[in-house]
Nanobody, 125 residues
Framework: QVQLEESGGGLVQAGGSLRLSCAAS????????LAWFRQVPGSVRDFVAS????????HYAPSARDRFTISRDNAKNTVYLQIDSLKPDDTAVYYC??????????????????WGQGTQVTVSS
């Protein structure tokens, strides 16, 4: 069983950057593909990006390809999401997730087995 804990969210002005972190414990980190989702109140949780077990392969939602970068450090059991040129529309709770398969088709919440509690990102205009 993997436990995930996100950090790094906060209040940022538009145009700024944030790096979100998600630390994992309780499992073999390298066995899991990892992903970031985000959710605003009243909406579904949307896929943002995923990274393969090795960290070599990544997949992004079309809306995230220009300003978001996902990476992982298997030595630190941590996955990151770098967000640049933040926009007010990026305001959301960001969640990390772990799953056993890396695939560009895995973009639904049901594809992932473990979730963190989320970290709030608020972008002011």
């Amino acid at each position: 069983q993997v436990q995930l804990e996100e950090s790094g969210g906060g209040l940022v002005q538009a145009g700024g950057s944030l790096r979100l972190s998600c630390a994992a414990s309780g499992g073999t980190f390298e066995k899991y593909a990892l992903a970031w989702f985000r959710q605003v109140p009243g909406s579904v949780r949307d896929f943002v990006a995923s990274v393969s077990m090795s960290g070599i392969n990544t997949h992004y939602a079309p809306s995230a390809r220009d300003r978001f970068t996902i990476s992982r450090d298997n030595a630190k059991n941590t996955v990151y999401l770098q967000i640049d040129s933040l926009k007010p529309d990026d305001t959301a709770v960001y969640y990390c997730a772990a799953g056993t398969i890396f695939s560009s088709r895995w973009v639904e919440t049901r594809d992932y087995d473990y979730w963190g509690q989320g970290t709030q990102v608020t972008v002011s205009s």
